[in-house]
């Protein structure tokens, strides 16, 4: 099942921020979406979630428009962490994911054993066990990530779609959530994710898509996106793109370009 996006175009308060993207998440890929900030990265995340109408275009889940299905229907094909998800006052975290298994449930039926199952299951992939009993208000940012990538996890969508999930967590945790990604992939979930982190995304992801000015400026291997003449032009720097000690092209960032000189200026030492 695809998830493809056709000729998107998205205004938020009837400012143009995205226009022209086309793209297709694939199951079984992890596809990065990565940008300067104000790309239009977390805009294109939530049309292809369905949280966003586009003003042009669609996102055709298994062919039909998303925009168009039943929440339930839709909750069986895209699960989306957003970055500013609202936590309610007074659930745990186990309740929290619960809520993840939405789509499953039929109303106001209570949960079956199956669904504890997923939610254990999502509890223990997203390094979230020892928070079960905890009230999600209470958690530390990392933390709440980790009980939201939990709920998406336990929803069981065909496409996992999320916003800088990792962006709060240490490096055990991120290299986790990555595993968990990965095995997810590996059993036929497309996954949308996206990243600030250069090198994260090149590790990861099978493909990179980059969003510039709010359109798709390049997507493909991150070997073909990741290259010094692109991420100058996108981010305004100057890197060196080394391949071979990390078996992925591994971006070393130098300087930024100042756009008088066009060249790289390297901070001074002690200056932020
Ligand atoms: N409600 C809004 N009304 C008008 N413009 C908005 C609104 N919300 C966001 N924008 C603008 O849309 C553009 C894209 O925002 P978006 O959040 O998609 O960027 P992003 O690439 O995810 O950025 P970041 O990396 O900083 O999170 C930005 O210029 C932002 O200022």
Do not use: W
């Not at 895209?78 to 006052?89: F, I, N």
Request: hydrophobic residues 40%; glycine residues 10%; proline residues 7%.
């Amino acid at each position: 099942m695809t998830l493809r996006a056709r000729d998107l175009e998205v205004a938020l308060d009837r400012t143009p921020v995205l226009g022209g993207v086309s793209i297709d998440l694939r199951p079984g890929e992890i596809l990065g979406i990565i940008g300067p900030n104000g790309a239009g990265k977390s805009t294109l995340l939530r049309t292809l979630a369905g949280l966003l109408a586009p003003s042009h275009g669609e996102v055709l889940a298994d062919g039909r428009p998303l925009r168009r299905m039943r929440p339930r229907e839709r909750a069986a094909h895209v699960a989306v962490v957003t970055q500013d998800a609202p936590l309610m006052s007074g659930p745990s975290v186990r309740d929290l994911v619960l809520m993840g298994r939405y789509a499953h449930r039929r109303r106001l039926a209570p949960p079956t054993p199956a669904d504890h199952r997923a939610v254990d299951r999502a509890l223990r992939d997203a390094g979230a066990a020892a928070l079960a009993d905890r009230p999600v208000t209470e958690l530390s940012g990392g933390e709440r990530q980790l009980a939201q990538i939990g709920r998406a996890l336990a929803q069981g969508a065909a496409h996992l779609l999320l916003d800088e999930p990792t962006s709060a967590l240490d490096v055990h945790h991120r290299l986790r959530v990555f595993a968990v990604l990965r095995a997810q992939a590996d059993a036929g979930t497309g996954i949308g994710i996206v990243l600030h982190d250069l090198n994260e995304a090149s590790r990861h992801c099978d493909r990179i898509a980059v969003v510039h000015d709010g359109r798709l400026r390049a997507a493909g291997s991150p070997r073909d996106v990741l290259t010094p003449e692109l991420l100058a032009e996108v981010y305004r720097i100057e890197a060196r793109v080394l391949s071979a000690q990390f078996g992925y092209p591994h971006v070393h960032p130098l300087g930024i370009r100042t756009p008088a000189a066009g060249r790289a200026r390297t901070p001074a030492k002690g200056t932020a």
